[in-house]
């Protein structure tokens, strides 16, 4: 349905920012979310924020709330995700994930996934 190809990971240090990238392809309506999941070692994957690809609505997690920002654009069919003050605690495997219909937090309510990029935030 929608292949999601995944850019923009990295080592940065503590305080740094990187903006991870993901662009959608062969999606057949605009009803769709998207989301930037992470998943560190020995750890549950975990929603980090979400993005309702009509109309914008945002979710976020309280661990990084203020720091990072996700956004879209509807003539590129990418979904972007602004990380600021990066913490090593931030450290994982980011994924982003696109699902028919309303914004869901659970990683197993999501059809379509990315192969992943690392983030490494060293202090």
């Known amino acids: 349905q929608v292949r999601l190809i995944e850019s923009g990971g990295g080592l940065v240090q503590a305080g740094g920012s990187l903006r991870l990238s993901c662009a959608a392809s062969g999606r057949t309506s605009s009803n769709y979310a998207m989301g930037w999941f992470r998943q560190a070692p020995g750890k549950e994957r975990e929603l980090v924020a979400g993005?309702?690809?009509?109309?914008?609505?945002?979710y976020y997690a309280v661990s990084v709330k203020g720091r990072f920002t996700i956004s879209r654009d509807n003539a590129k069919n990418t979904v972007y995700l602004q990380m600021n003050s990066l913490k090593p605690e931030d450290t994982a495997v980011y994924y982003c994930?696109?699902?028919?219909?309303?914004?869901?937090?659970?990683?197993?309510?999501?059809?379509?996934w990315g192969q992943g990029t690392q983030v490494t935030v060293s202090s």
């Open positions: 994930a696109a699902r028919r219909g309303v914004l869901m937090l659970s990683s197993r309510d999501y059809e379509n």
């Open positions: 993005i309702q690809w009509s109309g914008g609505s945002t």
